[in-house]
């Protein structure tokens, strides 16, 4: 099992050194959770990123099963929704190793996805607890700086932002962001009617996590 997670990370470390251009995708899960929400979140920060960070990711970003092999073709995968999610034990599996292997997984709760992904996060990682990562946190301090950590960008419960984590061995494997709804600042002005200042925010953070994963500075 071992050799085949080498395996595996030597062929995510090519697709990530290959010309230095990145396939990112969207996570599509069961459950009845609406994975494909913010339609718009991901095209603006892949642009916003390549634009202000240099990065060379491709404007059009994928869909991917949790359960399919093809998640092995993916350095970073975003995952959001507002609603219920389930992994069964093959999808558990495959998002294990494919994190394990080298992959980064993005979950953003777009407001009632908490309750349904921490449960099925145990099942992909049973022995592993979320924990909040500090302000001090590198991924705070990339090109954008954020002193109080993870920002605030819809009000849901009124609590403040949590930016979650599931490490190991010194490398976060899963990021959670919990009470921001940093993607809906990634999405087109007209859709949430955010501020400027908002939206730049939410970008800027966006941009700290891709940087974290693809420039080293982790």
């Not at 599509?28 to 060379?56: C, E, M, R, V």
């Not at 404007?59 to 929704?81: C, K, L, W």
């Not at 909040?132 to 002193?147: A, D, G, V």
């Not at 501020?195 to 925010?201: I, Y």
């Amino acid at each position: 099992m071992k050799r085949i997670y080498i395996i595996i990370f030597i062929f995510l470390s090519t697709i990530i050194s290959a010309q230095n251009t990145y396939d990112i995708a969207v996570l599509k899960y069961n459950g009845g959770g609406d994975w494909y929400g913010n339609p718009t979140a991901l095209k603006n920060l892949i642009n916003f990123s390549n634009k202000n960070l240099g990065t060379n990711i491709k404007n059009q970003y994928r869909t991917v099963d949790v359960g399919s092999a093809e998640i092995f073709n993916f350095p970073f995968i975003h995952m959001t929704g507002h609603g219920n999610v389930f992994f069964n034990d093959f999808e558990s599996q495959n998002l294990r190793n494919y994190l394990l292997a080298g992959g980064f997984l993005h979950i953003d709760d777009n407001y009632g996805m908490d309750l349904f992904v921490r449960k099925e996060l145990k099942k992909v990682f049973p022995d592993i607890d979320l924990i909040e990562l500090p302000s001090s946190h590198k991924i705070f301090n990339q090109t954008y700086k954020f002193p109080d950590g993870l920002p605030k960008i819809h009000e849901h419960n009124g609590n403040p932002s949590q930016a979650l984590a599931i490490i190991k061995n010194g490398r976060i494997l899963c990021l959670y962001t919990f009470e921001s709804d940093l993607s809906d600042g990634w999405e087109d002005a007209e859709v949430h009617n955010d501020s400027f200042e908002t939206r730049q925010n939410a970008l800027k953070m966006g941009s700290n996590i891709l940087e974290y994963i693809f420039k080293g500075k982790n």
